[in-house]
């Protein structure tokens, strides 16, 4: 917990996906769930409809987790300042509320006007904050053993 948050990861995006996997694995003993290479459907908050390619992994040791995730140019996941903090990821039960005063939604998963399965908010200070949706715990936890992260949302309990 972070204050009220449900902390599991800290994202940074990089620029390649293996060289940054392989000098952090090796310079801080840090290993690897299975690198997951997907589209992924959003919807800016302006409205728009995206549909975002997305390369990335996270340390199978954690909590809390890092998630590395390769920049794609003209993407949401493009970052000017490769290595540095992208944004804090936590488990919660409604990623559609704003996890405090303030917060702006970005973009989250889906098409439609209320994000589904994560959403990325901005606080006040420009820290950015990723809401996942807690019933996936179960599927993160059997990716970080070494099997594989199912696309989609789950529904059991948090």
């Known amino acids: 917990m972070l204050g009220e948050l449900d902390v599991f990861h800290f994202g940074v995006v990089v620029e390649q996906l293996e060289t940054s996997m392989k000098t952090l694995g090796e310079g801080l003993g840090i290993d690897w769930a299975l690198v997951q290479v997907r589209t992924q459907v959003l ?23 890092l998630e590395l995730i390769e920049s794609a140019g003209d993407s949401v996941w493009e970052t000017s300042l490769p290595g540095t903090l992208h944004h804090i990821g936590v488990f919660t039960r409604d990623v559609a509320a704003a996890p405090g ?30 809401l996942v949706d807690g019933s996936r715990r179960a599927q993160f936890q ?17």
């Open 43 to 65: 919807r800016t908050k302006a409205g728009v409809v995206r549909h975002e390619p997305i390369r990335f992994t996270y340390s199978s040791d954690g909590p809390p987790h």
């Open 101 to 130: 005063p303030g917060y702006e939604l970005e973009f989250g998963g889906g098409r439609d006007e209320l994000p589904v399965g994560f959403a990325y908010y901005v606080a006040p200070a420009g820290v950015r904050v990723e």
């Open 142 to 158: 059997a990716w970080f053993a070494g099997g594989h992260l199912p696309v989609g949302v789950a529904k059991p309990e948090l």
